[in-house]
């Protein structure tokens, strides 16, 4: 089983603002020339479990579309979640560890698992369960919001497996980590 | 006058530890082919004046080699400082502004300053005076330590000129400010 993420971030490290506001990456999106995603489609297309926290699933809610089609979600969430009526059949709630999460989807049968969202991504590295991700990097600098990494316990060493930069600015970097728990 | 910068980073954007200890960038520096330095012999070259705070120039004077030879190099420091006997002829120490010393290096017809270090960095990039900067991303999170990037009053938007990774798994970016105010 393979843990993944695919996120963006301001060159200063900010996946949003303080408020979770995305207008900084819109702005930065505008000019990406259409029909251009960056790798997401081929990334997601592997994917056949989503985790992320209820503030990401929050924002996610808040599109005009659900972007995840019956692709299979779980939240993580301490507190008790209302998944809408239309997503109960693929969008279920959990308040396990990343390891219980990770072991049960393992023993699932589960092969590739996406967590986003920052917390989560950075619960999911810090347990050392993530094996790659890939980052895009705005060429912004925010100064502050919330952010992509947070606190480890030892460093982690990461093995750079591809490049990518953009006419737009955009550069994406996917990393492996060099030595994943699982 | 061109202010520009030329910095190491972990990927999630600290340039050194806490304590300022850099075990981490030499660790990484051991995988780099003999005679590679990261463009940053080239990039020196066109520098007439280094501007650093106290904190790295103290770091640089622990190096066994004084490594920036007869180039005029100013530290910023509220403190009053103590220049080695052998450095007088080229080191000096200042309390001024980011916009005062790039008034008075200006008048004087300094081409090309080098800022060095996190604060001095973030000072003069707070004060709109950076006008680009390199940043060789090292494949490694640290979880922790002294920062690249710092507060700014407002976004900072980036023209990425170039992009350069290496076999050893560093990448080179650099950037120019979209709106420098000098």
Redesign the interface.
């Known amino acids: 089983m393979n843990i993944s993420a695919f996120m963006a971030t301001s060159?200063?490290?900010f996946i949003a603002r303080k408020d979770g506001s995305l207008d900084?990456l819109d702005h930065a999106n505008a000019l990406v020339p259409k029909g251009e995603d960056c790798g997401y489609s081929e990334f997601i297309e592997d994917i056949d479990v989503i985790v992320m926290g209820s503030r990401t699933f929050g924002k996610v809610l808040s599109f005009p579309e659900w972007p995840y089609g019956k692709r299979r979600l779980i939240v993580l969430s301490s507190k008790s979640l209302e998944i809408p009526k239309h997503l109960k059949g693929t969008v279920s709630c959990s308040r396990e560890t990343p390891e219980a999460l990770a072991k049960r989807l393992k023993a699932e049968g589960a092969k590739n698992i996406y967590v986003d969202g920052g917390l989560t991504f950075q619960s999911f590295?810090k347990a050392g369960l993530v094996h790659e991700f890939t980052?895009t990097?705005i060429?912004?600098?925010?100064?502050?919001g919330i952010r992509?990494?947070?606190?480890?316990?030892?460093?982690?060493?990461?093995?750079?497996l591809s490049?990518k930069?953009y006419g737009f600015?955009?550069?994406q970097?996917r990393?492996a980590i060099q030595k994943p728990k699982q």
């Open positions: 060159l200063d490290g900084w590295l980052v990097i060429p912004v600098l925010l100064g502050d992509l990494f947070g606190g480890i316990p030892e460093d982690i060493s990461l093995d750079l490049e930069h600015g955009f550069v970097l990393y």
